[in-house]
């Protein structure tokens, strides 16, 4: 079990440009999350995915931004023509969601992040 | 949109002391978690309260929970200048079937050796 892993972990490009970016989940996880986070704020929710089927886009996520899983397992998080506003760390996370007592009570696991830097 | 509001936002205090961190949230919830933030790296899980559970510990972690209040506490006993970093409250609605979270602005605790 090696976690969630994330690439690249730093991202510098010009406005306008296209970017993507990669997310590893633990093997087993078959729940996928995209967050954005700026500094000194909580993460927010942007997308996730239960195997390959995207089941939630919060508002945040606008046209330009597309998330992927086509395998169910790893995923992609693609940004078109960046603006400075979307300057952010990209965190994923996985999980494994278990029943307790009718409810799905599960932790998240984070990998590291990607933080773009939009110039 | 942020779920709720943690106080202090900081706090600085020496090695050996407690700290306390408050959540407050708006909706009611499923769970409410607890995560810690090193500063540039992701989130790591610190514990899960359910909402029919009032009090949980894990090692020299207290969480508690009031539903009534929609109040959560986490508190860290005999800290340890390791323990610096952001702590986030993270909240689960028990009409989401996804497990998303929702998280707080986060307390940056610093202790000093």
């Known amino acids: 079990d090696t976690g969630v892993s994330q690439n690249p972990r730093h991202k510098i490009t010009k406005r306008g440009q296209n970017v993507t970016f990669r997310c590893d989940p633990i093997?087993?996880?078959?729940?996928l999350y995209w967050y954005r986070q700026t500094l000194g704020q909580g993460p927010e929710f942007l997308t996730y995915?239960?195997?390959?089927?995207?089941?939630?886009k919060s508002r945040l996520l606008s046209d330009r931004f597309s998330a992927e899983r086509p395998k169910g397992s790893f995923s992609t998080l693609e940004i078109q023509r960046t603006e400075q506003g979307d300057s952010a760390m990209y965190l994923c996370?996985?999980?494994?969601?278990?029943?307790?007592?009718?409810?799905?009570?599960?932790?998240?696991?984070f990998g590291s992040g990607t933080q773009l830097s939009v110039l | 949109s942020q779920q709720g509001e943690e106080d202090p936002q900081a706090l600085s205090i020496q090695e050996g002391e407690n700290a306390t961190m408050n959540c407050s949230y708006k909706?009611?919830?499923?769970?409410l978690q607890w995560y810690r933030q090193n500063s540039g790296r992701g989130l790591v899980h610190l514990i899960l309260?359910?909402?029919?559970?009032r009090e949980k510990h894990s090692g020299r972690l207290r969480v508690t929970l009031d539903t009534s209040k929609k109040s959560s506490s986490l508190l860290i006993t005999a800290s340890r200048a390791a323990d610096t970093a952001s702590y986030f409250c993270?909240?689960?609605?028990?009409?989401?079937?996804?497990?998303?979270?929702?998280f707080g602005q986060g307390t940056e605790l610093s202790v000093k050796p």
């Open positions: 093997s087993e996880h078959n729940r």
């Open positions: 309260i359910r909402s029919n559970e």
């Open positions: 993270a909240t689960v609605s028990p009409y989401n079937q996804g497990g998303k979270l929702i």
């Open positions: 996370a996985s999980s494994s969601a278990k029943r307790y007592k009718g409810r799905i009570n599960e932790k998240l696991f």
């Open positions: 909706t009611s919830i499923n769970n």
């Open positions: 995915f239960q195997n390959e089927a995207q089941l939630e």
